[in-house]
């Protein structure tokens, strides 16, 4: 069985304080602590992204809670899954699975520093960076490990913080696939997506999804609406 990904492109109105009233008062006072009201919106649509994919697959309806490392979870003694959640530019990246443990990171591919990659990548991920010729396949390829890199650190429930990036080494396999070397166990899996982000997702028990499934900002909205608006 595959895990699930979801994608949300911040694309249209939020009628903001509507939508945080829904919420239970310890995930308002969460997402009302952000100062900057992008990062309010960001964390508000975050919340009932994992409120409605949770009650959609698995008939989950919890408290969204965070550890001391910030990783979200919500406690149900009937559901033994994992959730995670990314988000980089104007997209909102969910990835859950039914059992087991995942993690996700999205990233918009920018222009950087070559010499973050000295910083960042290790002497195998080099050797496959200097392989590619032009520079937007540096670019892009960068994105790729940089983004394999996260998803394994959220999977773990740490952070960039705790592990330097050079001792987490990718060998890339495939279009899709990358095996990391420290652990050969776990399953890794990236995607484009639409044009400048690319997303990966590290799991350990369910095989990645085949694609992400895009949700709408109006339609995710109306469906949360319609299950929350009232409990």
């Known amino acids: 069985m595959n895990a699930f990904l979801y994608a949300v492109h911040l694309n249209s109105h939020v009628d903001f304080e509507q939508i945080l009233h829904t919420l239970q008062w310890q995930e308002q006072q969460r997402i009302s602590r952000y100062m900057r009201f992008q990062d309010k919106l960001n964390s508000l649509i975050s919340t009932i992204l994992i409120k409605f994919l949770l009650y959609k697959h698995f008939n989950v309806l919890s408290v969204m809670e965070k550890t ?99 001792n987490i080494a990718f060998e890339i396999q495939d279009e899709q696939a990358s095996r990391l070397l420290q652990d050969k166990a776990l399953k890794f899996c990236s995607y484009p997506f639409i044009g400048d982000y690319v997303i990966s997702i590290c799991s350990d028990k369910m095989d990645p999804p085949p694609k992400v499934n895009i949700l709408q900002l109006n339609t995710l909205l109306s469906d949360y609406l319609e299950v929350f608006e009232w409990r």
């Open 68 to 166: 001391v490392y910030g990783r979200p979870f919500v406690e149900d003694p009937l559901w033994h899954g994992d959730f995670n959640i990314s988000h980089s530019g104007c997209v909102i990246v969910c990835a859950l699975t039914h059992s087991g443990r995942i993690g996700v990171d999205i990233e918009k591919i920018n222009d950087m520093d070559p010499a973050v990659t000295e910083q960042c990548l290790s002497e195998i991920e080099l050797l496959q960076w200097n392989q590619k010729q032009s520079s937007l396949e540096k670019l892009k390829l960068f994105y790729r490990f940089w983004t394999l890199k996260e998803s394994y650190l959220k999977y773990e429930g740490t952070g960039i913080a705790f592990v330097p990036l050079k």
